[in-house]
């Protein structure tokens, strides 16, 4: 019998979201956080030109990408680091600190993958409970110690939605140590509209030990083809370009995220309908007595406790697949008019 890791024993594995089916055949996919609408023609149209190319590796440094990034966000390439979706990016910078001892703090609930890289590279994850359903900043900067290397601000966060504004984040930043790296994960940035909710790149720019991660899976609708990246200070970046698997960006991902970016505006008009949505489902269930946090990112929460794992039940009549987290809550994202109907059906049903 090989010998593994014990960490394998204990380890919660990601669960991803299924698709369900109702009985007269619809199915909607509101587990993932993914665009609900297909791509466009002309990312479509680039991918199929660079699939006439896929014998040969992807550029390893990704220069085109980085460069297209470094010029829509207006910051140098140097401070980019790509990787095969944020996650990953995650995981490299995870890589980058990890060692026997070392803590990584991070907000508890948030987003799944952070207990499951920190335990894969082999530290040892400090949660620190969320204070209702948002970021406890003041809690998180109490729980650093001299073995912590990193911190996670989820924000705004996943599963609840909730975003941390720029004075609490600003006061979080000033008492984090210099040599504490903080990564704030904004996979939902573009849905944002809380005018006071900070963007990272405006907050990393003179802070040596902050960095960002954002992803093309989101809003840009490309979360089959895996690419995301981080923005931070050269010697952040220099780190997380060393722990990358060669080649792991592939080239249809690369090729794909630049005509994302020339076609922005496009897609931006789509997270802004997804955010038109987003107020209705939540105005609908709020009329319906539900309580909904206040949400800036392409889903909603309901904090159902132990009658969790009832929800997806009538939410599966209707073909609506949601993401359960057992003895708290349920996330929906936000999906087409049509799709969200559904799941207000579903949840009506429920509340009977
Ligand atoms: C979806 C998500 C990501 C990353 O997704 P990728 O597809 O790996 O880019 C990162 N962070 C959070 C909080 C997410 O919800």
């Known amino acids: 019998m090989p010998r593994f890791r014990q960490i394998l024993d204990t380890m919660t594995a990601y669960k991803p979201g299924k698709a369900v089916t109702s009985a007269d055949g619809r199915s909607y996919k509101l587990s993932s956080n993914e665009s609900p609408y297909g791509p466009l023609p ?6 199929a030109e660079a699939a006439k190319e896929i014998n040969r590796y992807p550029d390893p440094g990704a220069v ?3 460069e297209a990034i470094a010029r829509r966000f207006d910051v140098p390439a140097e401070h980019i680091a790509l990787g095969a979706g944020s996650v990953t990016v995650a995981q490299q910078l995870f890589e980058t600190v990890g060692e026997p001892g070392v803590e990584v703090v991070y907000a508890w609930r948030s987003f799944e993958a952070y ?19 948002d970021h406890d900043l003041d809690a998180m900067a109490d729980a650093i110690t001299d073995r912590t290397r990193m911190v996670f ?40 509209r809380d005018e006071d909710v900070p963007d990272g790149l405006t907050l990393y720019r ?11 899976s989101k809003a840009y609708g490309l979360a089959g083809l895996r ?47 997804v955010v038109k949505e987003r107020t209705r489902v939540r105005e609908a269930l709020i009329a319906d007595g539900w309580k909904v946090p206040p949400t800036e990112a392409n889903f909603v929460w309901l904090r159902l406790g132990e ?23 349920v996330r929906v994202s936000i999906g087409t008019p049509e799709e969200n109907d559904a799941f207000l059906t579903a949840a009506r049903n429920f509340r009977r």
């Open 42 to 47: 002309s990312v479509v149209e680039a991918i």
């Open 64 to 66: 085109k990408l980085t």
């Open 115 to 133: 207990p499951l890289l920190a335990d894969l590279a082999g530290v040892t994850s400090v949660q620190v409970p969320l204070a209702g359903e």
């Open 153 to 192: 601000v989820c924000n705004p966060n996943n599963p609840t939605g909730t975003a941390v504004r720029r004075a609490e984040l600003e006061a979080f930043l000033d008492r984090v140590p210099e040599d504490v790296l903080v990564v704030l994960d904004e996979a939902y940035r573009e849905y944002v």
């Open 206 to 216: 003179d802070r040596p030990n902050v960095c960002v991660l954002r992803t093309f």
């Open 227 to 273: 690419v995301g990246y981080l923005v931070g200070h050269e010697p952040v970046a220099t780190a997380v370009r060393k722990t990358i698997v060669p080649f792991a960006v592939n080239h249809l991902a690369q090729v794909a995220a630049i005509a994302s970016l020339e076609a922005e505006e496009e897609l931006l008009e789509r997270v802004e309908r």
């Open 307 to 329: 009658r969790t794992l009832d929800f997806p039940v009538p939410c599966a009549e209707e073909g609506v697949a949601v993401r359960p987290f057992a003895g708290e809550g």
